[in-house]
């Protein structure tokens, strides 16, 4: 079979830029479809040339530049190009994208600029390196307009004639609603797709997902809740309608970079076998906080962006209805201010047992992954997570909503407690988390029960390989 040409467009990847979950995933998934496709697949990322890429500075350098007409504006780009892991990332730079931007301005016209034209510009970089694509791979809205454009402003464009596309969908209230005026100035026009509601016809990520050939949530479960109200965003009816191109593959994590037996940031490496090691990282946090040094206190910790969609006000509401019991916390994190003072206030009040730490820091995150017995992941909603994760293969075992990928990734406790890798609870509020810990700091204090969880847990396997299968199997059946 012919090598398959594929141009991945992400708004993040990571070491690049990582601002949450969407730059993991760019910057592990295409490498590992590299390895597993052994030359058959050629894959390369193509994103901005924001700040975060320019401060990480990896060797890059320029290949050309380029320009293109967008609405009768003459837009000016240069195209870079780098690696990760070996897959070449062409890093994109123009007067919207403008590499001293941070990834997101959170000011909609400018964000509307920088991936509307991002969007035209990734198909332009194919045009003007003169290679042919086989597939579009988009992630999310920022690039979503690339497969709408290839539908309308390229449709009849000879260059581009037969590519195949796939939308990833790693967050769907996120749909890029605001950027209508930056979208109109670019040239886009309004979608003729009867199926869509009539806010959705000129919204990047619902254009996207109809002008696609496949669209994919991170997991098979999110796929299935967007097709409800709940968590649909107003197109779970589009998606119902099309679900035949619907579909959710769980996304994967690195378990080389994710591994307590040689994690350089942890003090006492571990694995099943010297699982004793894992507790000298309690000590060591317990100590360093000024907590109560004993190893038989169960240490809950949370690793987070501290935003609603986390569900984070539920733990600083949980918490003190189990103040009789014995527990510490740690919490890593930084986000809404508003959680940022909840959490510097209940950790003030509860210095003795509570400490928040609002930053962002992977080394600490490793720290807390290894020292903690029980992770809290009270998500509204979660498309994939990959805390969860991180978390099992650590023996720290999750407490979480029964919801999105963590319902497909943990499995809990009540529905086999010899197989079970943590505790899943439906009602996402502080009642449904403060029963649910409840329950685990009860398995916790059994001898026999929790050793066999943890091991179950740090057996579990999320390896991108599994994942990347995945995905070379619709690449395949899209161009066959
Ligand atoms: C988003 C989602 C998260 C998912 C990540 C990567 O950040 O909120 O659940 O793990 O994307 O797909």
């Not at 070491?15 to 894959?43: C, E, T, W, Y």
């Not at 510009?121 to 003007?128: C, H, I, N």
């Not at 169960?298 to 733990?315: A, D, E």
């Not at 847990?457 to 995905?471: E, G, L, R």
């Amino acid at each position: 079979m012919d090598t398959i040409n594929v141009l991945f467009a992400t708004a993040e990847a990571a070491p690049f830029a990582k601002v949450g979950g969407l730059g993991d995933v760019s910057g592990a998934l295409p490498p590992a479809l590299r390895n597993l496709a052994d030359g058959a697949l050629d894959i390369r990322i193509i994103m901005p040339f924001h700040a975060a890429v320019k401060k990480h500075n990896p060797p890059h350098r320029l290949i050309g530049k380029f320009t293109f007409e967008a609405n009768g504006r003459a837009i000016e780009t240069e195209l870079f190009v780098s690696e990760i892991s070996g897959v070449p990332v062409y890093l994109l730079d123009n007067e919207s994208i403008n590499h001293d931007s941070p990834v997101y301005h959170g000011d909609w016209f400018l964000d509307g600029m920088k991936y509307g034209t991002f969007s035209l510009a990734l198909l332009e970089a194919a045009r003007y390196l003169d290679w042919k694509i086989d597939l579009l791979h988009a992630n999310d809205w920022h690039a979503a307009l690339s497969v709408y454009a290839l539908k309308t402003i390229y449709a009849i464009d000879p260059f581009f004639t037969g590519i195949k596309t796939i939308l990833s969908v790693h967050n769907l209230p996120f749909n890029g609603w605001g950027s209508q005026e930056a979208m109109s100035s670019l040239g886009f026009e309004p979608s003729s797709d009867p199926d869509l509601p009539d806010w959705a016809k000129f919204t990047p990520l619902p254009l996207g997902i109809s002008a696609a050939d496949q669209v994919i949530a991170v997991s098979p479960n999110y796929a299935r809740e967007i097709m409800t109200p709940e968590y649909g965003c107003g197109i779970e009816e589009y998606l119902r309608k099309h679900a035949e191109k619907v579909t959710g593959i769980l996304n994967g994590i690195d378990e080389t970079l994710w591994d307590p037996a040689t994690d350089s940031a942890i003090a006492s490496n571990f694995t099943i076998e010297k699982i004793e090691e894992k507790s000298r990282n309690k000590l060591d946090l317990q100590k360093a906080l000024g907590f109560e040094v004993n190893p038989d206190i169960p240490m809950l910790t949370t690793v987070s962006r501290l935003s609603h969609q986390k569900g984070i006000p539920s733990i600083f509401k949980a918490l003190p209805s189990l103040i009789d019991l014995p527990w510490q916390f740690v919490l890593l994190g930084t986000g809404d201010p508003e959680l940022e003072r909840q959490a510097s206030e209940i950790s003030a009040l509860h210095s003795d047992r509570i400490a928040c730490i609002l930053k962002y820091d992977d080394v600490i995150a490793r720290m807390l992954y290894a020292s903690g017995d029980i992770f809290l992941m009270p998500s509204l909603y979660e498309p994939c997570g990959l805390s969860q994760m991180f978390a099992m293969r650590y023996g720290n075992l999750p407490v979480a909503t029964s919801t999105g990928g963590l319902a497909d990734s943990i499995l809990d406790f009540s529905v086999d407690p010899k197989k079970a890798t943590g505790f899943l609870y439906d009602e996402k509020n502080e009642t449904g988390l403060e029963q649910s810990l409840r329950i685990a700091l009860r398995v916790y204090e059994d001898k026999n029960e929790w050793p066999i969880m943890r091991r179950n847990a740090m057996n579990a396997h999320f390896s991108w390989q599994i994942s990347a299968s995945k995905y070379l199997d619709i690449y395949r059946k899209l161009l066959a």
